[in-house]
């Protein structure tokens, strides 16, 4: 199963938005609506953001939005602050009834 | 308050085995899907291994060597690793999923698995 293909790197001024994708394959992104996006702080485990490509677990910010279109999901943040400065994953459910995660991406906020 | 937290970790040398144990608290373990993710030094995730009821799923690359359990009269979630090589040292977490299984809402600290001779 290959990772899930996200940009190294995104960045931001305090304020913006920025957009981190997320590119899998008809078997995995594209199938279902089973993406998830997570957020890693040096040092940290993972933190859920993002479940079921849209959906928010209680507590986290509104700021932070899901979509997906086709096989390419997408993790939004909105009013970018200087603690969002961190290492965001996305993962999927696939088609072998596995997980994927993609690459990561590092959003540094200038 | 839900928690897992893991242990077992260690050097262990290549072919050798170790079994990783992750005691959960504040739910019931039997009752939610649970995995495995590993993070090698400054590398990104990979999901390993999952388990929900008694079904079991693994990665290609731990598929045969890696068994994942669980202890309901302990809360206690468990990976045993064998045939260990270099390429599974890493910082394992055990997480639980969200009521749907479909992501990792809860996730451990991680132990620490290294694999050299």
């Known amino acids: 199963q290959s990772a899930l293909t996200q940009p190294a790197s995104v960045s931001g001024s305090p304020g913006q938005s920025i957009t981190i994708s997320c590119t899998g394959t008809s078997s995995d992104v594209g199938a279902y609506n089973y993406v998830s996006w997570y957020q890693q702080h040096p040092g940290k485990a993972p933190k859920l953001l993002i479940y079921?490509?849209?959906n928010r677990p209680s507590g986290v910010s509104n700021r932070f939005s899901g979509s997906k279109s086709g096989n390419t999901a997408s993790l939004t943040i909105s009013g970018l602050r200087a603690e969002d400065e961190a290492d965001y994953y996305c993962s999927s459910f696939t088609a072998s009834n596995t997980r994927v995660f993609g690459g990561g991406t590092k959003v540094t906020v200038l | 308050e839900v928690q897992v937290l893991e242990s077992g970790g260690g050097l262990v040398q290549p072919g050798g085995s170790l079994r990783l144990s992750c005691a959960a608290s504040?739910?019931?373990?039997?009752?939610?899907?649970m995995g495995w993710v590993r993070q090698a030094p400054g590398k990104g995730l990979e999901w390993v291994s999952g388990i929900n009821g008694p079904t079991t799923y693994y990665a290609d690359s731990v598929k045969g060597r890696f068994t994942i359990s669980r202890d309901n009269s302990k809360n206690t979630l468990f990976l045993q690793m064998n045939s260990l090589r270099v390429e599974d040292t890493a910082l394992y977490y055990c997480?639980?999923?969200?009521?749907?299984?479909?992501?990792?809402?809860?996730w451990g600290q991680g132990t620490l698995v290294t694999v050299s001779s």
């Open positions: 079921d490509v849209t």
């Open positions: 997480a639980k999923y969200v009521t749907e299984g479909t992501a990792l809402e809860s």
């Open positions: 504040g739910f019931t373990l039997s009752t939610y899907a």
